[in-house]
């Protein structure tokens, strides 16, 4: 049997989501978005609600939650405001590589860092010339006795100017490839550790995204995650199976705020003596949103639900992350559409909205990588 129900435990956290959203998020989301200010005190206010970074285990200090439970909360943020939702999971981007393959040390100072005093953290992978393609990232770490060296340059890097450490993905050995590929966590106070400007992007403009440059960074051996040279790539990767529901959530939660709108105004605007949603044009329109919607949900919660259940998610969740992705887009911008031209206009929430989708398509693997991911996976055994 299948069972799409949540658990009382889940509905109890998805309320809590959500009033926190109704109060705290949405009424100031078009202010941070307008000042591209990042929303720092709301960030702490739900991190002492405990509704972020949910997946750290107890035994250092977290909730100890699975991936169901974190893609709700992360569909309710998303909804609320996309850019806060971003800004908000940056840290539990973070934290999955340490979760997949940390040590217990690593684990006990940094993880529990994030559960229990609110420390924020940023991953950091892609460079100016390496997004996409991973294995062409030119950061080094190179051997100093008990040190490793660091030096490269990140870009596009989410919460970079409020990290307090980050997980950085660079080369031991480039003559190994992937192999080759080591992670480590660096203090952001450390020496050598210089951030760019911020970026002043198209939508989810509260968000925190700038390049992180890497100069002479001396790495103690004791912070290569794991602990030995060459599982960076593995580790990496592994935190996008963790992660990746999560963005779906963010872009069901999106999609699902422009319906709401659009299906509003819809009711309130009349042409042709008749209400917006009484023409079946757009009536259609609404329909095939809602199934969109509903249908990219299921493949979140599938996806989520994989993980939990200890089984191989990795196809399941690029099957979320681009249908959830593209459906944000599409749902955004026919909320647009309904709006006619007062959905053009930035007084009304449906232009943020569609600004604030379109990154989900580019980040965390684009949406061509996830097919790429998919085609991958149905090729395998051929
Ligand atoms: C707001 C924002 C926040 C971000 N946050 C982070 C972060 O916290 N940490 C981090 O490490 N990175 C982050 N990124 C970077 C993001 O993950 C990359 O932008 C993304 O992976 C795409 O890489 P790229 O920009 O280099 O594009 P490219 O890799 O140069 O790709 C350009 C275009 O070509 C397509 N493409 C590339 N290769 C192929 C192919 N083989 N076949 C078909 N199409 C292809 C891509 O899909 C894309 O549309 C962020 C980016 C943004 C914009």
């Not at 991953?123 to 008990?146: C, F, H, M, N, W």
């Not at 919460?159 to 660079?170: E, I, P, Q, T």
């Amino acid at each position: 049997m299948v069972d799409f129900a949540l658990s009382e435990m889940q509905e109890m956290f998805q309320e809590l989501a959500m009033e926190f959203a109704r109060d705290e998020i949405r009424p100031h989301a078009a202010q941070w978005d307008e000042e591209a200010t990042y929303p720092k005190e709301a960030i702490m206010a739900a991190h002492n609600l405990g509704l972020l970074n949910l997946h750290i285990p107890e035994e250092y200090g977290g909730a100890g939650l699975g991936s169901m439970d974190e893609v709700i909360v992360n569909e309710v943020f998303g909804w609320a405001d996309p850019g806060f939702a971003t800004a908000a999971y940056a840290t539990s981007l973070a934290c999955a590589p340490l979760i997949t393959g940390a040590t217990h040390e690593q684990k006990d100072k940094y993880l529990r860092g994030v559960a229990e005093n609110g420390d924020l953290a940023s991953y950091a992978i892609t460079e100016p010339g390496a997004g996409s393609d991973v294995q062409a990232i030119k950061t080094r770490l190179e051997k100093d006795g008990d040190d490793y060296i660091l030096n490269g340059s990140k870009m596009f890097i989410t919460g970079a100017g409020h990290a307090d450490w980050f997980f950085v993905l660079g080369y031991t050995d480039s003559e190994a490839g992937y192999k080759g590929m080591a992670g480590v966590i660096v203090e952001s106070g450390w020496e050598g550790v210089e951030l760019g400007k911020k970026e002043a992007n198209m939508g989810q403009r509260c968000s925190d995204t700038r390049s992180v440059n890497f100069t002479d960074v001396r790495v103690p051996a004791a912070n290569l995650v794991g602990g030995s040279e060459g599982g960076g790539w593995f580790n990496a990767m592994a935190a996008f199976d963790m992660s990746r529901p999560n963005i779906a959530a963010h872009a069901v939660g999106v999609a699902q705020s422009a319906f709401e709108h659009a299906l509003q105004y819809s009711d309130e605007r009349e042409t042709f003596n008749k209400k917006l949603h009484q023409h079946q044009a757009i009536q259609f329109m609404l329909a095939d949103m809602k199934t969109k919607i509903e249908a990219a949900r299921l493949l979140t919660w599938k996806s989520a639900s994989m993980a939990d259940a200890g089984l191989q998610n990795t196809e399941a969740a690029a099957h979320a992350k681009v249908f959830a992705a593209d459906t944000a887009m599409q749902v955004t911008t026919d909320a647009v559409q309904i709006y006619g031209g007062y959905g053009y206009s930035e007084e009304y929430p449906v232009a943020r909205l569609m600004r604030g989708a379109k990154v989900i398509q580019i980040y965390e693997g684009s949406s061509q990588v996830q097919r790429m991911i998919i085609g991958r996976e149905i090729t395998r055994n051929l």
